[in-house]
Protein backbone atom coordinates (compact mmCIF):
# COMPACT_ATOMS: atom_id res chain seq x y z
CA UNK A 1 0.00 0.00 0.00
CA UNK A 2 1.33 3.55 -0.89
CA UNK A 3 1.52 5.99 1.66
CA UNK A 4 -1.02 8.18 -0.61
CA UNK A 5 -3.52 5.63 -0.26
CA UNK A 6 -2.64 5.22 3.67
CA UNK A 7 -3.00 8.84 4.29
CA UNK A 8 -6.60 8.82 1.83
CA UNK A 9 -7.64 5.38 4.23
CA UNK A 10 -6.96 7.39 7.18
CA UNK A 11 -8.55 10.63 6.58
CA UNK A 12 -11.79 8.56 4.99
CA UNK A 13 -12.00 6.44 8.72
CA UNK A 14 -11.43 9.88 10.67
CA UNK A 15 -13.91 11.57 8.59
CA UNK A 16 -16.56 8.59 8.82
CA UNK A 17 -15.70 7.71 12.66
CA UNK A 18 -14.99 10.97 14.16
CA UNK A 19 -17.05 13.23 12.26
CA UNK A 20 -14.83 15.79 11.51
CA UNK A 21 -14.04 18.05 8.83
CA UNK A 22 -11.78 16.76 6.08
CA UNK A 23 -10.73 20.55 5.69
CA UNK A 24 -9.01 20.48 8.99
CA UNK A 25 -7.30 17.48 8.65
CA UNK A 26 -4.09 18.71 7.66
CA UNK A 27 -0.70 17.01 8.02
CA UNK A 28 1.13 19.80 10.42
CA UNK A 29 -2.52 20.08 12.51
CA UNK A 30 -2.42 18.55 16.34
CA UNK A 31 -4.21 15.29 15.96
CA UNK A 32 -5.36 15.36 19.32
CA UNK A 33 -6.98 18.99 19.57
CA UNK A 34 -8.26 18.23 15.66
CA UNK A 35 -9.96 15.08 16.60
CA UNK A 36 -11.20 16.08 20.24
CA UNK A 37 -9.75 12.93 21.60
CA UNK A 38 -10.40 11.43 24.59
CA UNK A 39 -9.31 8.11 26.25
CA UNK A 40 -12.22 6.81 24.84
CA UNK A 41 -11.76 7.76 21.50
CA UNK A 42 -8.62 6.40 21.60
CA UNK A 43 -9.93 2.90 21.96
CA UNK A 44 -12.13 4.05 18.91
CA UNK A 45 -8.99 5.04 16.81
CA UNK A 46 -6.96 1.95 17.69
CA UNK A 47 -10.47 -0.06 16.53
CA UNK A 48 -10.48 2.02 12.96
CA UNK A 49 -6.61 1.62 12.48
CA UNK A 50 -6.49 -2.23 12.98
CA UNK A 51 -9.59 -2.95 10.77
CA UNK A 52 -8.77 -0.63 8.10
CA UNK A 53 -4.73 -1.01 7.94
CA UNK A 54 -4.77 -4.59 9.27
CA UNK A 55 -2.09 -3.98 11.97
CA UNK A 56 -2.00 -3.77 15.69
CA UNK A 57 -1.41 -0.41 17.47
CA UNK A 58 0.35 -0.54 20.58
CA UNK A 59 -0.50 2.33 23.34
CA UNK A 60 2.73 3.49 23.85
CA UNK A 61 3.33 4.49 20.05
CA UNK A 62 1.03 7.14 20.36
CA UNK A 63 3.44 8.82 22.71
CA UNK A 64 5.30 10.85 20.09
CA UNK A 65 2.45 11.01 17.48
CA UNK A 66 1.48 14.91 17.23
CA UNK A 67 0.29 16.00 14.52
CA UNK A 68 -1.35 14.24 11.76
CA UNK A 69 2.23 13.60 9.72
CA UNK A 70 3.14 11.77 12.57
CA UNK A 71 0.18 9.33 12.79
CA UNK A 72 0.50 9.26 8.74
CA UNK A 73 4.38 8.15 9.14
CA UNK A 74 3.53 5.67 12.32
CA UNK A 75 0.90 4.23 9.65
CA UNK A 76 3.23 4.02 6.92
CA UNK A 77 5.59 2.31 8.91
CA UNK A 78 3.51 -0.25 10.61
CA UNK A 79 1.94 -1.18 6.99
CA UNK A 80 5.59 -1.74 5.59
CA UNK A 81 6.60 -3.79 8.28
CA UNK A 82 3.47 -5.67 8.02
CA UNK A 83 4.70 -6.15 4.40
CA UNK A 84 7.59 -7.76 4.90
CA UNK A 85 6.69 -10.34 7.48
Same mark, same amino acid.
Given at each position: ??????????????????????????? !????????????? +? @?? /??? %????????????? !????????????? +? @?? /??? %???????
Amino acid at each position: MTKEKIIATVNDFLVREFEVDPAVILP !EANLRETLDLDSL +D @YV /DLV %VAIESNLGFKVVG !EDFINIHTFQNFY +D @YC /DTK %VSQKAVV
